[in-house]
């Protein structure tokens, strides 16, 4: 188990390092954001200083709607890369998940990897686990232990499908999986939050996941990072060579899942995240109705770098957001998502 345990920790370092080397992002796919545009008001009647960027993501409050994606964690690279997001996390008064924590169920020295809270104690934090795991033995414990391990606020359950079909070894036992989030979310003292990978959410999916008592929904929709063109590459394949695919292309555009699933969340909140990577695209996203943005592959190298770096890149980002929300007259997150000045390009 151990070995395993290890083998894994290995793909994920290479994982991080291909995203660091190769241009890993969509080619044939946008987000869909490009066919929106804020309306810029030459009255926006508020004031620079009076524009609020908080939000409450179940029921902690953020002084941005800024989520940083999970991306890593363990040892090594993924350490370090998660300790700086942490802290840049906690000085910007964001939220932030950290990587699958699988591994460090099985081997509890990979542990170490994934706690931030002495960096971060006041941030929103999210555990993480592949929602197929219910389907392969794991249950309400291993939840709460990957809670309890960094403690969380809240798990994240990931959907990756198609990401398990390419990995070798890779878990494809999906069937009976709603039934099985739907009791562990029944069950669980902390809120679930259901994620895509990168392919994005349905209607019908949002729409299930959302009866199924999940606390939030995480589109993650097509045209940012493609874990399709990683994975290929981290079997050998070149860029060109996995580009040539019809599964390149794959997945439901950011802009299109957001809005399905808007449609029929209700009350819950919906992330928009795939390839958000400007202050502009977020309040694009914003006014379609998510609650927050989650940033991840813009956010990797400096990570690398160092606290600093993270913060610099997210200071401007948010920048661009309060920028926009001036430019369209928006003074708070709450009139933001609920603007008449968003058009669709013809």
Known sequence: MVDKATEHERRKDAQLRICLDNDVQS???????????????????????????SVSLLGKRLRAPVLISPMTGGCGLGARVNRHLAEAAQRLGLAM?????????VD?????????RDLAPDIFLM???????????????ECCRAVEMIAADALCLHLNALQELQQGGGDLRFHGLLQRIAEVCRRLPFPVVAKEVGWGMSEGAARALASSGVGAIDVSGAGGTSWYLVEQISRGATRDDAL???????????????????GVAGDLPVIASGGIRNGVDA???????????GV???LLRPATEGVEAVVAWLEHFILELRTAMFGIGAADIPTLRQTRQLARVK
Do not use: C
């Open 97 to 105: 998940g950290v990587g699958s924590q699988r591994t460090a169920l």
């Open 296 to 298: 991840a592959l813009p």
């Open 283 to 293: 309040a694009k996203a914003l006014a379609m109705g998510a609650t927050l943005v």
């Open 244 to 262: 040539r695919s019809p599964f390149a292309s794959w997945g439901i555009p950011t802009a299109e899942s957001l809005l399905q699933a808007v």
């Open 27 to 53: 080619r044939d796919i946008t987000t869909g954001l490009e066919r929106y545009r804020l309306v810029h008001q030459a009255l926006p009647e508020i004031d620079w200083e009076e524009i609020d960027l």
């Open 127 to 141: 555990g993480n686990l592949g929602a197929v795991q219910l389907n392969a033995g794991f249950g309400l414990e």
């Open 108 to 116: 509890r020295s990979l542990e170490s990897g994934y706690r931030v």
